[in-house]
């Protein structure tokens, strides 16, 4: 059962390939010649830039190509001929993001009308790259960061407050390049809503500063972000003209989870969605009802309020969540639930999400480790090693957000 559930969570990652879908899109793009004189200027951010912008390159030989710059984060680091490779932070940015930003600035600036911009996106860009705003520090959005963390702001509220204190966010890229800019976007968002992904650097923002400054009250934040941030967010300012956008999406959740569905799962009702607990009785519920020898699919993504200093991350907790209301609710012996982060990374260690079964809380308390207790501290990691529950997978080179399978024994 746990070699099946695997499978069709690995049939997920596939379906997200970053290389295979840039190819796919390329020729579009190259059916229309450059002006006269122009070139092309490759710019890829996010947890699939390497690999994005390595099927880019291939796509591009004997095109005049500028320059090409690649920003994403450990472990998806590597060297690639003929680009500029640049590590930033994630998931709180850093100074080495911040220097980051500051080249895409100086590489959009420097694209002429007659050129072409190509922008790769995929998840985990808005962090990779700040760029404050005026009258802001790095350390303002890095607070700013860790609070949205912490309050269990789900993607939507945290890119909307993100894209008021950013130079490069809300439609920012189309501001800086007299060049068309032309992306394709791998999404990490459920809906995969444009704006939304990466805070849209190449899409309209979502709102204006007095939709951040509501959201972060209704939130429960808004008193303790720094002044200055307070004071940006409650400046009076029209939303900014962006200009035409040249977006195409290559790649989504929704088609990871089709590709599940492909390798022989059932689509459910419920999605990865909104609070971590909530999610989990929805998903246990579902569960009871599940044929046997069935496979249910799930995509999307959770919400973490963080109460505790534990080592853990969505996924996993939404496992250990899982395992808890099982037992609770009476689900029985044969099944397994797995949940992970499609870019093979869950929170801060190694792990990539949870698999349990029926077993996994008792392996847990035969080692003194109390899983209500764990959950209460957001300490799922140590409780899942406890009853060899972790996924590990390495970085997977793509980020279409999480998925998750559970299957009852036929």
Same mark, same amino acid.
């Given at each position: 059962m746990r070699q099946h559930v695997m499978e069709l969570l690995r049939a997920g990652i596939a379906a997200a390939a970053p290389g295979p879908a840039v190819a796919r899109a390329m020729p579009d793009l190259l059916a229309q010649p450059l002006a006269a004189g122009g070139c092309w200027h490759v710019v890829a951010v996010g947890k699939a830039a390497r690999a994005m912008a390595a099927a880019a390159l291939e796509a591009l030989q004997g095109e005049p190509v500028a320059e090409v710059l690649v920003v994403t984060n450990a472990c998806n680091d590597a060297a690639l001929a003929g680009a500029r490779v640049l590590?930033?932070?994630?998931?709180?940015?850093?100074?080495?993001?911040?220097?980051?930003?500051?080249?895409?600035?100086?590489?959009?600036?420097?694209?002429?009308?007659?050129?072409?911009?190509?922008?790769?996106?995929?998840?985990?860009?808005?962090?990779?790259?700040?760029?404050?705003?005026?009258?802001?520090?790095?350390?303002?959005?890095?607070?700013?960061?860790?609070?949205?963390?912490?309050?269990?702001?789900d993607i939507l509220q945290t890119n909307?407050?993100?894209?008021?204190?950013? =130079?490069?966010?809300?439609?920012?890229?189309?501001?800086?390049?007299? /060049?068309?800019?032309?992306?394709?976007?791998?999404?990490?968002?459920?809906?995969?809503?444009?704006?939304?992904?990466?805070?849209?650097?190449?899409?309209?923002?979502?709102?204006?500063?007095?939709?951040?400054?509501?959201?972060?009250?209704?939130?429960?934040?808004?008193?303790?972000?720094?002044?200055?941030?307070?004071?940006?967010l409650a400046r009076d300012q029209a939303m900014p003209d962006?200009?035409?956008?040249?977006?195409?999406?290559?790649?989504?959740?929704?088609?990871?989870?089709?590709?599940?569905?492909?390798?022989?799962?059932?689509? /459910?009702?419920?999605?990865?969605q909104g609070d971590v607990q909530l999610c989990a009785e929805g998903l246990v519920a579902l569960a009871l009802d599940a044929a046997p020898g069935m496979p249910l699919a799930f995509g999307g993504e959770t919400t973490v309020r963080l109460q505790g200093r534990g080592m853990g991350g969505r996924n996993q907790e939404l496992?250990?969540?899982?395992?808890?209301?099982?037992? =609770?609710?009476?689900?029985?012996?044969?099944?397994?639930?797995?949940?992970?982060?499609?870019?093979?990374?869950?929170?801060?260690?190694?792990?990539?999400?949870?698999?349990?079964?029926?077993?996994?809380?008792?392996?847990?308390?035969?080692?003194?480790?109390?899983?209500?207790?764990?959950?209460?501290?957001n300490d799922s990691t140590p409780a899942l090693a406890a009853a060899d529950a972790l996924i590990v997978t390495g970085a997977t080179g793509t980020n279409v957000a999480d998925l998750a399978v559970f299957l009852r024994r036929a």
């Open positions: 590590q930033a932070g994630h998931p709180e940015p850093d100074e080495a993001g911040l220097a980051a930003a500051t080249e895409i600035e100086r590489l959009l600036s420097r694209a002429a009308a007659r050129d072409r911009v190509l922008a790769l996106i995929s998840g985990g860009a808005s962090a990779m790259l700040p760029a404050p705003a005026a009258g802001l520090s790095l350390s303002d959005l890095q607070e700013v960061n860790a609070r949205l963390l912490r309050c269990g702001a909307l407050i993100r894209q008021q204190l950013d =130079r490069l966010k809300g439609g920012g890229w189309l501001r800086l390049s007299q /060049a068309p800019v032309h992306a394709l976007i791998l999404s990490d968002v459920p809906g995969d809503d444009l704006r939304v992904i990466a805070s849209g650097p190449t899409a309209g923002p979502i709102g204006g500063p007095a939709d951040a400054a509501r959201v972060a009250r209704d939130l429960g934040i808004w008193d303790n972000l720094p002044l200055s941030v307070r004071t940006v962006t200009g035409p956008d040249r977006n195409r999406l290559i790649g989504s959740n929704g088609q990871s989870i089709a590709a599940m569905v492909a390798a022989g799962a059932v689509k /459910a009702g419920l999605a990865l496992a250990l969540r899982f395992a808890v209301e099982a037992e =609770r609710r009476g689900l029985g012996s044969g099944w397994i639930f797995a949940a992970m982060g499609s870019d093979g990374r869950d929170g801060p260690g190694e792990a990539a999400g949870g698999i349990v079964g029926p077993d996994s809380l008792d392996l847990m308390r035969a080692q003194g480790i109390d899983p209500e207790d764990a959950l209460a501290r």
